[in-house]
């Protein structure tokens, strides 16, 4: 049986999420029947078929640690539904710190818990950890705003020959240059910012779009969201955001149809609340006009595990990028950028990326 052998960079509750699905949708139990997958199967591929064969991160208490055991460990806090984890022989490495870990979250952790003692790795160790362990593809699970640690890790992966699954707001596969030398190398990418299974971007996206599709002028619209997770805390600093913003604003602006001024349109991360942990509440209010020109109002509050809403869709992305390379396809995966990513090189309706995505799953190349 062929397996996908992946890299994380981050392991953070997103990869925590990522890691229990394996496990959870592997073997002959009654996970298997794929209840809460978008797709069992992709390929030949199942959930199962993934396997985790390096990892880095910078926090002391995962470096060193076998990412089973690593996914636990705190800041961590999302929810554990899946407890027998299967070792995975991959050690979570010293990674590089860059601006992944931002001036005002170490301010908040005066000793220093997140910094391991030992220096960071190595450019080249971190390219011959990639070789060594045979990874096929990088998974990016970087904190937002992490702009130069992205770019770092997206080079390494390239001289690496992975391909590269971009779960965050930092545009790789969205900026053409970077398109570009994957396309050279014949390396598949898929991003940028991982759109949730069933999260607030999704949401607003067709709250918008049944607007348009039953002729009600749109207004003026919000999207509020508030976690207590480390990605929210991240968050707190204004500076990081501004592709986090972009990236969640164009993905409701591209099927509004007539775009919004600014003024009308606001989304983003809203505030850090502790206790809500990797809980993931969104405030959404879209305000219209209908016949008679006579206005209405929707208000939708969604409340939903953060990183599991995540997991159920990079699971996809990852075996999507497994087929590309095993199809020997490089460059954008422009229909599974668009189904699975809030800011892709082109956007689609949620309708169009879907039968796209089927039709690259079932082997029709994309133009």
Not at 65 to 79: G, H, R, W
């Amino acid at each position: 049986m062929r397996k996908i052998r992946i890299a994380i960079v981050g392991i953070g509750n997103c990869a925590s999420s990522l890691v229990q699905g394996i496990n959870f949708y592997d073997g002959s139990s009654v996970n298997s029947t794929g209840i809460g997958l978008m797709h069992r199967q992709i390929g030949s591929y199942r959930p199962g078929d993934i396997e985790i064969v390096a990892a880095f991160d910078i926090d002391r208490r995962k470096v060193g640690l076998d990412v089973s055991k690593a996914i636990f460990s705190p800041p961590n806090c999302t929810k554990v539904f899946c407890e027998k984890i299967k070792l995975t022989g991959a050690i979570v490495k010293m990674g590089c710190v860059f601006d992944g870990y931002p001036e005002h979250m170490r301010e908040q952790d005066p000793l220093r818990t997140f910094l391991p003692l030992e220096k960071e790795s190595t450019r080249e160790q971190i390219i011959a950890e990639l070789k060594d362990s045979s990874a096929e593809l990088m998974v990016n699970y970087l904190p937002v705003g992490s702009e130069e640690a992205t770019r770092f890790y997206a080079s390494c992966a390239l001289e690496a020959g992975l391909g590269f699954v971009n779960n965050i707001p930092v545009f790789i596969a969205s900026d053409p240059k970077w398109a570009r030398r994957f396309a050279d190398k014949n390396l598949p990418i898929i991003g940028d910012d991982i759109k949730a299974q069933m999260g607030a971007t999704i949401v607003h996206r067709a709250l918008v779009d049944l607007f348009r599709k039953r002729g009600v002028k749109l207004v003026r619209t919000y999207q509020l969201n508030t976690g207590g997770n480390t990605d929210f805390l991240n968050m707190l600093n204004r500076t990081r955001l501004a592709s986090k913003k972009t990236s969640k604003t164009e993905a409701v602006q591209s099927v509004i149809g007539e775009r919004l001024t600014d003024e009308n349109i606001h989304i983003g991360p809203s505030d850090y609340v502790p206790w809500q942990l990797d809980n993931k509440v969104a405030f959404i209010r879209v305000e219209g006009r209908l016949f008679g020109d006579v206005p209405m109002e929707i208000d939708v509050k969604l409340s939903v595990e953060d990183s599991p809403n995540s997991a159920g869709v990079a699971i996809d992305a990852i075996r999507c990028c497994k087929l590309a390379l095993d199809r020997g396809i490089g460059g954008v995966l422009h229909s599974p950028s668009a189904y699975f990513s809030k800011h892709p090189p082109v956007q689609m309706t949620d309708d169009e990326a879907y039968r796209c995505v089927e039709q690259f799953i079932r082997g029709e190349r994309e133009s």
